[in-house]
């Protein structure tokens, strides 16, 4: 992956705009001007311009001095992470989490609620602009310092335009215009994403900040994986990549899927599925939390159950990794969190089956964001909208301060 300073060194320098010297600021660390207009090629006066731009925006703020190399100290600047606030939100199948993060991705504000997402977008949304108002009013920050909204939905997403996508578990929903009836209360730009996706940007963001390459699979009332692939999240040209659970596995023949064809993964080794096995097999389970709290207390067809599921899992998995060949594997959502015994039938067909090159140094491991990946997932998702050299150029232009390509 291109470092920032050398994706400067390969363009045109005189599109070199306020946002793009934001993107510098960004690593974490401070920076002087001279060390700016070195790494753009700009001069130190053009360079002054852009940040006047960003310090009017709110967001570069002095970070002391830097070490003098014979003279004067040089004044050392950094992103304000207070400058803004941004948004994110986690909508499942039973459950609203929504959040109120800072530029950096502190989370200041939380609200969460149990709602079914069956009883449609207007329930849900509502509830979504109401808990963002009033995290708002709490925080003592305006609408006008609200930057962006990042949304995830436990279905297909259309991602460029927020609609979801004929989702199966979400009566209502289908072609609804979620951004605009967010944007009715909430006038900000509102990016919209399936949760598995949000989900894979919520690890990298909180546990794997340093791995451009990975893939984050949900287990739970269905399967999919969120695939990040040379620090890009890849959505495919219609939004369905990773859609693991409609691959065919060997296990799966004679058995039909709610998709309509035969021998999904889904509809062998997702939970509803684990859960059929083992009451055919005389023991008391209905959902996924059932299967995981029968593995939890030693039940022992329920730990052959699941662990024949991660096998199932973990051959599409292996493909999967001979065609991605990411450096680490996720497991997350409700099933993972059986524990090691989902964990190690995939990785027993993992390693057996894919390429040894690809294994290598391959890590397959459960999630270490946890409960809050999903939401963590989401404000990043709007902090990177937010913070886009396109984002920053429209807010410069609104603010009158907006500087011209070849200044």
Known sequence: MLSRRAKFRRGSLHGVRPGDVLELLRDGRPWTRAQLAEATGLSRSTVR?????LQQLGLVTPYGD?????????????????????AGVDVGATHVHAVLGDLAGQVLQEARVDMEVAEGPEAVLGWVTDAVTSMLERQRRGLAELAAVGLGLPGPVEHSTGRPNNPPIMPGWDRYDVPGALQRTLPVPVLVDND???????????????VSDLVFIKVATGIGAGIISGGALQRGDRGTA??????????????????????????????????????????????????????????????????????????????????????????????????????????????????????????????????????????????????????????????????????
């Open 49 to 53: 311009a852009r940040i006047e731009v």
């Open 242 to 407: 990773g859609d693991l659970g409609h691959v065919r596995v060997s296990r799966g023949t004679g058995v039909m899927c709610r998709c309509g064809n035969e021998g999904c993964l889904e509809a062998v080794a997702a939970g509803p599925a684990l859960a059929d096995r083992l009451r055919e097999a005389g023991v008391p389970a209905r959902t996924s939390q059932d299967v995981v709290d029968l593995v939890r207390g030693g039940d022992r067809t329920a730990v052959q159950v699941v662990r024949e599921g991660g096998r199932d899992i973990g051959e599409v998995v292996a493909s999967l990794v001979n065609i991605v060949n990411p450096a680490v594997v996720v497991i997350g959502g409700r099933l993972a969190e059986a524990g090691e015994h989902l964990l190690a039938g995939i990785r027993e067909v993992v390693y057996r089956r894919s390429l040894p090159l690809a294994t290598q140094h391959l890590r397959v491991m459960p999630s270490g964001a946890g409960a809050e990946v999903g939401v963590r997932g989401a404000l990043a998702m709007a902090t990177g909208h937010a913070l886009s050299p396109s984002a920053i150029e429209q807010a410069s232009q609104r603010l009158g301060g907006g500087v011209a390509a070849g200044a």
């Open 196 to 210: 598995v996706n949000i989900m894979a940007l919520g690890e990298q963001q909180v546990h794997l900040p340093h």
């Open 66 to 86: 830097g070490v003098s190399t014979g003279g004067r100290r040089p004044a050392l600047l950094a992103l304000n992470p207070a400058g803004w606030v941004v």
